[in-house]
């Protein structure tokens, strides 16, 4: 993830400085001892830009910046890191780290962070129908206040008799919905390039959704993505790690919903 450089106001000064230099240059005339008070001057001027980072005013603007940042989550070491998660990973998603070679917490990088996309859903005027079609394939909060929905929009499911039949969209999106405040959003949104194939929740409050991005070479990259429903934001982790073209892994979602047929 790269941060986006800010011209601090004290380069702005250093430049500034070969104006002084210039003096010096254009009055050769002047007396050797006014000259050598004007190098004492400049020399003690080019001390003082020399502050502590304490000191400088500048520098506390930008570590105030800095905290702001912080406090948002943007910058700090944790937030950074899938260390603290890698228990929950390896458990809780264990087919789907097992489905890439040498799977190593330690090769994901944060590559960005994003806000929920909170468009309104409309899963469908019956919800005891939804329930009976999707319910399987949902991911709910440890508190049942939540649930993770992977499928249902890029998914059309249809019962003909006692057979479950199945047609897939090319693009997905994820959605997110609170039963306690009865509202239902996508949260997210991923075209043929890229898809998310489980979710699990950590908390309340917070879930882990791992799948993959398809690279230039047509390889499926790991991808974890940690969503917080308090601020509702995203962070993205992504991996060099590549799923072996032989492995045709099957969400656990999908496998749940007991597909006969795919049209």
Not at 99 to 104: K, M
Not at 210 to 217: E, K, P, Q, W, Y
Request: with cysteine; proline share 5%; glycine share 6%.
């Amino acid at each position: 993830m790269t941060d986006i450089p800010y011209l601090n106001p004290r380069l702005q000064l250093l430049a500034g400085r070969p104006f002084h230099f210039k003096l010096l240059y254009m009055r050769p005339h002047l007396p050797g001892y006014f000259i050598a008070f004007l190098v004492f001057v400049l020399s003690s001027c080019a001390g003082k830009d020399k502050k502590s980072p304490g000191t400088d005013p500048n520098a506390s603007a930008a570590d105030t910046t800095q905290m702001e940042k912080n406090s948002m989550g943007a910058n700090s070491a944790a937030d950074s890191t899938l260390a603290p998660f890698a228990s929950s990973i390896e458990k809780g998603l264990d087919k789907w780290v097992r489905s890439f070679n040498g799977f190593s917490i330690d090769s994901f990088h944060l590559a960005q962070k994003s806000s929920f996309t909170n468009t309104e859903y409309e899963g469908g005027d019956d919800l005891n129908r939804f329930y009976e079609l999707y319910k399987a394939s949902l991911s709910y909060s440890p508190d049942s206040s939540q649930f993770i929905d992977l499928h249902s929009a890029g998914l059309m499911l249809e019962k003909k008799g006692k057979k479950i039949i199945a047609s897939a969209d090319v693009d997905q999106a994820v959605t997110l919905s609170n039963l306690k405040t009865k509202t239902w959003k996508q949260i997210a949104f991923f075209g043929p390039s890229a898809w998310m194939e489980e979710a699990i929740w950590v908390s309340p409050t917070a879930f882990i959704q791992a799948g993959v991005l398809v690279n230039d070479n047509g390889d499926q990259t790991a991808l974890i993505m940690l969503g917080d429903t308090n601020n509702n934001s995203f962070r993205w982790f992504e991996s060099n790690l590549t799923r072996p073209q032989s492995v045709k892994y099957e969400a656990s979602g999908i496998t749940k919903l007991k597909i006969d047929e795919w049209e």
